[in-house]
């Protein structure tokens, strides 16, 4: 991601360096004596499909880290461009108005209010170009389907399911010096982001019904097997907080006690939701279903996952790191109905949803697709989505930088098309 104005932290040309501290160091210690090694680039091509990987984030010189927003317009660019640039903040997208001709539905205005639901005062932006979709994988879907779909019709939304484990460590006055170290140096843990390490894995690597890595797993060399073969199915993350959606919950169990969690992630589950409109008011929030574990190969990959965890829990353990108790664990590792039990109550998404918009032809028989490979919604001319909704299937990562190289992606072939002077055209659904 290039950065203007803001100094980022970059060595070896695109990577940062990794420097575990005490308590990821012994996760990593932890995962290596289960057999699992250290990925230098989990972006490389010939890297390991199994194994621990450092994460990149997006930071300054000060090690706080930087949005997109912060990095793409920060004030003094924006400064710059404030006669071409117009932000309306505080505001709510009702429809995208057109008229259909030869070409397709073509976006004439875009009408908006404010957020505040006592004020019904319409405002309209005309257009002359195009409309760029940005509203994320539930937003974007709602002002479409406002604009140019039924109330009926839906979309699809795929997400990241996350069981996660606790354990209660003990706290101390070294989070105090913790806290004024970072305070006035910037350095310590707390300047470290709240995830830089995880351990990657496929189902197919793992044990049956023990979650141990089996020796020789196939497809930790490159072209040895076919790309999805390859991709990971879990992710386990080592995070110094709770992970849990309950804050009341969080208060009773962590009010005076220091916690540690393995967050256990599905990174390409096979359930599916759907987004639909609640009503044609543009302030009320979409019909969400996330149909969460409704295909069975989920919640058998969500118990292997969490063997995984606890498997990790006992080598951390077993590496000398204080922990007191399990707080969220199953009762027995050992019975399905508990493991089960534990998997139900415990679930949770981090919001990582996708693919409600999904790049495809319009009448796929997976799932429609919504945009072109140019990011144009079917059966328009001028209208583009450019998030993480456009994604043709769940990607088996973080979302953040493939987000980012969408947008880069789609002003790319905006420019591109502004450059050759070429007519808008329909999106050709059958591409």
């Known amino acids: ?9 970059c060595l070896l040309d695109h990577h940062g360096t990794y420097e575990p501290n005490g308590t990821l160091l012994r996760f990593q210690r932890a995962a290596e004596a289960m057999g699992f090694s250290l990925i230098e680039d989990t972006s490389s091509p010939d890297a390991p499909c199994d194994g621990l990987s450092s994460l990149d984030s997006t930071v300054d010189m000060n090690r706080q880290r930087v949005s997109t927003m912060e990095a793409y317009l920060p004030l003094t660019t924006a400064l710059e461009r404030q006669a071409n640039l117009t932000l309306c903040t505080g505001a709510t997208v009702c429809r995208i108005d ?8 073509r976006a004439n205005r875009v009408d908006f209010q404010k957020s505040n639901r006592g004020n019904d005062k319409l405002f309209s932006v005309k257009v002359k170009k195009e409309v760029v979709v940005s509203s994320g994988a539930l937003g974007s879907p709602q002002i479409l389907m406002l604009s140019i779909s039924s109330p009926d019709q839906k979309s699809t939304v795929s997400y990241i399911v996350r069981p996660d484990r ?3 460590c003990p706290s101390g006055v070294g989070g105090a010096l913790e806290f004024f170290k970072y305070l006035f ?5 707390l300047s470290i982001p709240i995830q830089v390490l995880s351990l990657f894995v496929r189902d197919s690597s793992l044990e049956p019904g023990t979650s141990t890595l089996m020796r020789g797993a196939k497809g930790n060399e490159k072209d040895e097997l076919d790309l999805k073969a390859r991709l990971p199915d879990i992710e386990v993350m080592p995070l110094a907080t709770s992970a849990m959606d309950d804050l009341e919950g969080h208060k009773r169990h962590f009010s ?11 990174l ?13 008011d543009p302030h009320d929030r979409p019909k969400v279903d996330i149909n969460l574990l409704s295909d069975p190969e989920d919640f058998a990959l969500a118990r292997t996952a969490v063997h995984l965890a606890m498997k990790l829990g006992d080598a951390i353990k077993a590496q000398g790191f204080p922990v007191l108790r399990g707080v969220s664990v199953p009762e027995s590792d050992s019975s399905a109905e508990d493991m ?14 996708s693919s409600t918009c999904r790049m495809a032809p319009e009448h796929d028989v997976r799932a429609p697709g919504v945009v072109d490979e140019s990011l144009r919604v079917h059966g328009t001319s001028n209208i583009r989505i450019c998030d993480a ?25 905006i420019k591109g098309d502004e450059v050759t002077g070429s007519e808008y055209k329909t999106s050709d659904s059958s591409s």
Do not use: W
């Open 256 to 266: 005076k006690n220091g916690v540690f969690s393995l967050l256990t992630t599905l």
């Open 340 to 353: 089960d039990k534990f998997i139900r109550h415990r679930a949770r998404t981090t919001y990582h949803y």
């Open 1 to 9: 991601m290039a950065v203007r104005s803001i100094p980022c932290v």
């Open 389 to 413: 909704s456009v994604f043709p299937q769940i990607l088996a990562t973080h979302l953040m930088a493939p987000a980012v190289m969408v947008a880069e992606k789609c002003a790319s072939m």
């Open 268 to 280: 390409r589950p096979k359930s599916r939701g759907t987004v639909r409109l609640r009503s044609s």
């Open 166 to 168: 606790s354990y209660s």
């Open 98 to 105: 057109g008229s259909h001709h030869e070409t397709g539905y």
């Open 185 to 189: 140096f910037r350095k310590g843990v």
